[in-house]
């Protein structure tokens, strides 16, 4: 059981928006910034939000994030097949001392 | 660009010792806000972070492993290592290290920025 909670799944049809949640609590979110990250098949994960709402080098602007209280948001537009993936929310935890990440939301472009 | 490199026995019998090296390349272990993690992924399931180490030796672990993991750092070989006590089918996983940054600006921040490839360990007798 993770400590921050994301669906298991979200899908839609390309060149439209999603939006991936990612719930937590006072001694992580709330508290901490948050960031998240792509895993494409078979490969690391990779940084794709940080801080959370700046993005890499190299990431596109069509992946954007944001956070309000114990929440954060992950939110792609324009959405691709490659961006087919596992993604995951994770922040330092205050209380447990010790990184939490989200269990990770599988993308699935129609 | 900053590289990371895990290598390590890929097989582990139950209730041996893992361990496993992380070399860093194209950047120094030792510069600026940053510690060195080692996460893991089970086949078909999410990523769970082990713990991290400072360069000043400083060290925190994921509390559900209960004190079987050891993390060091040899900041001369630009390296730093994990050991995993008493393992079990349980701890078979791809172990990627990574390099997290740290700091304050307007709030704590965390967050993993180069990752290694992974290398797949497998617990079986």
């Known amino acids: 059981q993770s400590v921050l909670t994301q669906p298991p799944s979200v899908s839609a049809a390309p060149g439209q928006k999603v939006t991936i949640s990612c719930s937590g609590g006072s001694s992580n979110i709330g508290n901490n910034y948050v960031s998240w990250y792509q895993q494409l098949p078979g490969t690391a994960p990779r940084l794709l939000i940080y801080e959370n709402n700046k993005r890499p080098s190299g990431i596109p602007d069509r992946f954007s994030g944001s956070k309000s209280d114990t929440s954060a948001t992950l939110g792609i537009t324009g959405l691709q097949t490659g961006d087919e993936a596992d993604y995951y929310c994770?922040?330092?935890?205050?209380?447990?001392?010790?990184?939490?990440f989200g269990g990770g939301t599988k993308l699935t472009v129609l | 660009q900053v590289q990371l490199q895990e290598s390590g026995p890929g097989l582990v019998k139950p209730s041996q010792t893992l361990s496993l090296t992380c070399t860093v390349s194209?950047?120094?272990?030792?510069?600026?806000?940053?510690?060195w993690s080692w996460i893991r992924q089970p086949a078909g399931k999410g990523v769970e972070w082990i713990g991290r180490i400072y360069t000043s030796g400083s060290t925190n672990y994921n509390p559900s492993l209960k004190s079987r993991a050891t993390i060091s750092v040899d900041t001369s070989k630009s390296q730093f290592s994990l050991k995993l006590s008493s393992v079990t089918a349980a701890d078979t996983a791809v172990y990627y290290c990574?390099?997290?940054?740290?700091?304050?600006?307007?709030?704590?921040?965390?967050?993993?920025?180069?990752w290694g490839q992974g290398t797949l360990v497998t617990v079986s007798s």
């Open positions: 990574a390099r997290g940054a740290s700091g304050y600006s307007s709030g704590w921040y965390n967050y993993f920025d180069f």
């Open positions: 994770g922040t330092w935890d205050s209380s447990l001392n010790a990184w939490v």
């Open positions: 194209s950047g120094s272990i030792s510069s600026g806000s940053y510690y």
